[in-house]
């Protein structure tokens, strides 16, 4: 069966999602479909979760996050620009099992054409050097199968980065009720997260104008 690829310009993740089930739903059916696809700050929600239970609301109200639900199962992931998603649609066949690997082989193997180290390693991760940067979920429906989301680890640097602007807060007592690190934290751990974080001490202005050294240099230079 040949195979037709859609480039996604969009980054609303409100659009992509349902341009993906469009696809999946009333794209002809004589080919599979290789769709690219990236959303602005999103959390996208599995199928069957509460979006409530799922979600800080204060703060994607905040951070205006849009929150969106998709057609598979799994977990709530973040996505941003710097996430690559990718969606196979094809009949299931085989892959009507929910063989995740089926899916994640083809990417692995790409990688390794271009020299990445790229392994299917558990259920539906790929590694780099046995670090997970990717993993899928799957919707099937009426013999078409579609795995989706593939989440790419640098998210957590993001996440991080949002953890920082809502929750340990520069210029105020940090949120910790609220953070989802909150277990594992260090800082609350050894209570020292209101010390936190150590701002560097300022440096001392240099005289004379910036970015202009004299020459020759004064004595004693």
Known sequence: MPWSFIDVKSTDPAFNLALEQYAFDALPRDRSWFLLWRNHNAIVIGRHQNTLAEINEEAVRERE?????????????????????????????????????????????????????????????????????????????????????AEDIRIFNQAVMELGATVCVPNGPPRCSACPARDFCLGLLRGTAESLPVKAAKKARRRGAPGVTPYPPPAGA
């Open 65 to 149: 996050v849009t929150v969106v639900r998709r057609l598979s199962g799994g977990g709530a992931v973040y996505h941003d620009l710097g996430n690559l998603n990718f969606t196979f649609i094809q009949d299931a066949g085989q892959a009507g099992q929910l063989d995740m690997g089926l899916f994640c082989r083809p990417v692995a193997q790409a990688l390794q054409a271009m020299g990445v180290n790229a392994q299917v390693n558990g259920r539906n991760d790929i590694t780099i050097d046995g670090q997970k940067f990717s993993g899928n979920s799957q919707y099937i429906r009426e013999g078409r199968v579609m795995p989706e989301e």
